[in-house]
């Protein structure tokens, strides 16, 4: 059996979620990513009657999709097998020590053809933080510490969709750009958010006011626009049906019944033999 630490400490996630509920956190980001939600379900032609969310903020996400049942995300899920024709896992992906076992339960919730939308934060975002503060500690103690959590390139997040058995894969992302008065403003409104530091390897004692002096003028120097700081957050979508026989599916290889080359209506050149 490994000894080996998930990467994220899922009590301290938890204190940060309860805080951010206590503050009434400015949850704009969560916003963001429920309009585009309801844009993308506006383009699908089909209706749903059985929802399902799946999110860190269960109370946010009921009051925004009252119909729906809202479940936490624990490892796992409190959802029964084929029981939804949609599943929305809404902002926390990027929190699971295990994302494909989230996935693969959502596929289990689901009814054939049913859908499943997953949005969460991607590789770019925070990316400007991630650079100064790495500088910063550098520069200060010669050393590293796990500070921002690292997120998936889109590539590799796309893959998960096709571990988990869904149909049909997509993957998106669409990037936002907020700025901030200050590094201070920054990483409060991060706790507002829940999306403080909960990794298993983080330093349990605060950071050194010399550390975050440092990051912010590294900050201003790299990445401001004014007297304004500029921070990426990038909001990726994954998107898949479960299974079923209706679905268009790929054509056998040879079963084309014209050319490329006159579907394009253009010459074919054979290269030479050798």
């Not at 926390?92 to 949005?119: E, T």
């Not at 079923?244 to 790929?250: G, I, L, T, W």
Request: with cysteine.
């Amino acid at each position: 059996m490994s000894n080996t630490a998930p990467l994220v400490d899922r009590d301290q996630l938890s204190r940060n979620r309860r805080r951010a509920v206590r503050m009434s956190g400015d949850f704009f980001l969560h916003e963001e990513a429920r309009f585009e939600i309801e844009d993308r379900l506006e383009m699908v032609t089909k209706s749903f009657s059985s929802p399902a969310i799946v999110t860190g903020f269960p109370a946010l996400w009921q009051e925004w999709f009252p119909e729906a049942k809202v479940v936490s995300d624990e490892d796992f899920l409190a959802l029964e097998e084929n029981a939804h024709d949609l599943v929305i896992h809404a902002m926390s992906l990027h929190w699971a020590n295990d994302p494909v076992g989230q996935l693969i339960q959502c596929n289990r919730a689901l009814k054939p053809d049913g859908l499943m939308i997953a949005v969460f934060f991607g590789d770019q975002s925070l990316n400007e933080l991630r650079a100064c503060l790495g500088q910063a500690e550098t520069m200060i103690s010669g050393g590293l510490s796990p500070r921002v959590l690292p997120m998936g390139e889109l590539r590799d997040l796309g893959a998960l969709l096709q571990r988990a058995s869904f149909a049909l894969p997509v993957a998106d992302k669409s990037v936002r750009m907020v700025t901030y008065p200050s590094l201070k403003r920054l990483a409060s409104d991060l706790r507002a958010m829940g999306e403080g530091n909960a990794l298993s390897a983080r330093h349990k004692r605060a950071g050194k006011k010399a550390l975050f002096d440092q990051a912010e003028k590294l900050y201003r120097t790299h990445f401001s626009d004014g007297d304004r700081l500029t921070a990426t957050f990038d909001l990726v979508f994954l998107t898949g049906w479960a299974p079923d026989a209706s679905q268009p599916k790929p054509l056998m290889p040879g079963s084309a019944k014209m050319r490329l080359s006159e579907a394009l209506k253009t010459e074919e050149f054979k290269l030479p033999d050798g």
